[in-house]
């Protein structure tokens, strides 16, 4: 028998092993749905204006500052070598909205220990919520990382372009999502809804940080943290970030903390009322000029925290 169909407000402050995730949106939930719909998914369109308007960004209008913008989304890349592979961090692309969503699914299932059988709802909601974000960029973007293993064999010396090509044809299709992680840049790109304690509105903000299960513990955390803060560096002006870690979630404090970042404020206990797990609020004070150094990250590496 069909389910009636259903409103749903939704709010999920959780942390699936290293960063809060918090989805929040609205929509009609029909009685019959399938995660990814047969047809064609239909992403933004963007519509560029000559006009220098400081009128917040919709999704059917981008200024000359948000198209320079968005190219400057679209060219970022950070790349990383890890004693077992490489990483490349990027910006989703359309066609890895799937990947990513169930990603996220699976991340939030484990940390909340929802059963099983929910992750294709959550999927679902994730799907419409990443959807609906892609429409404020450049004021937010979704990032993902790719993790190459290092290859048993290299080119034979002196190989020509053809051979090295290929080679780097095969390492791209054999790069396996690693992780993913959110970027709020400032307050048109902000959240309708997030975990409290709530951190200011203008300023960067990271979350929605998930590391695939079977990839953890190799440092592609710490480099989805340092992609995203470069990439910040790059967006906006602002040199405060902001992020929420939970109380019991030791790890990634320490990992945090090893960052530079310092707790600011701490949920009250009341919110357990709430059934929330406290949280902190956290800030890190960016450089002017993004100088992380690779013996910082080489150091953090050899922890393989994540």
Avoid at 38 to 54: A, G, I
Avoid at 157 to 175: D, V, W
Avoid at 188 to 213: E, H, L
Avoid at 274 to 287: A, F, G, N, T
Wanted: charged share 20%.
């Amino acid at each position: 028998m069909a389910a009636p169909s259903s409103l749903f407000s939704l709010s999920f402050p959780f942390d699936p092993q290293i960063q809060t995730l918090s989805f929040s949106f609205s929509f009609s939930f029909p009685s019959h749905f399938s995660l990814f719909s047969s047809t064609k998914p239909r992403y933004p369109s963007f519509k560029v204006s000559s006009s220098h308007s400081s009128s917040p960004l919709t999704s059917s209008f981008l200024t000359d500052d948000d198209l320079r913008r968005l190219r400057s989304l679209e060219s970022f890349l950070y790349r990383r070598d890890l004693p077992s592979g490489s990483l490349s961090v990027r910006l989703m692309r359309p066609d890895e909205t799937r990947p990513t969503v169930l990603l996220l699914a699976q991340s939030f299932a484990e940390s909340l220990l929802i059963p099983a059988a929910y992750v294709n709802l959550l999927a679902f909601l994730i799907n419409q919520y990443l959807l609906q974000r892609m429409t404020l960029m450049p004021n937010t973007a979704t990032l993902v990382a790719f993790y190459t293993q290092t290859p048993t064999s290299s080119p034979p010396i002196g190989a020509g372009k053809e051979e090295e090509k290929e080679k780097l044809e095969q390492e791209e299709e054999e790069a396996h999502l690693a992780g993913t992680v959110e970027i709020c840049f400032n307050r048109r790109g902000a959240n309708a809804s997030v975990p409290t304690p709530t951190p200011p509105r203008d300023s960067p903000y990271i979350c929605n940080m998930a590391v695939q299960k079977s990839l953890r513990r190799r440092g592609i955390g710490w480099h989805l943290l340092k992609a995203s803060e470069e990439l910040i560096s790059q967006m906006s002006s602002s040199r405060e970030v902001y992020l929420h870690c939970r109380m019991i979630d030791e790890a990634p404090f320490k990992m945090y903390t090893k960052a530079d970042y310092k707790v600011v404020k701490t949920d009250s206990i009341l919110v357990l009322l709430m059934l929330q797990r406290r949280k902190h609020l956290m800030c890190k004070k960016l450089p002017l000029l993004s100088t992380t150094s690779e013996t910082d990250l080489s150091e953090y590496d050899k922890q393989k925290t994540m």
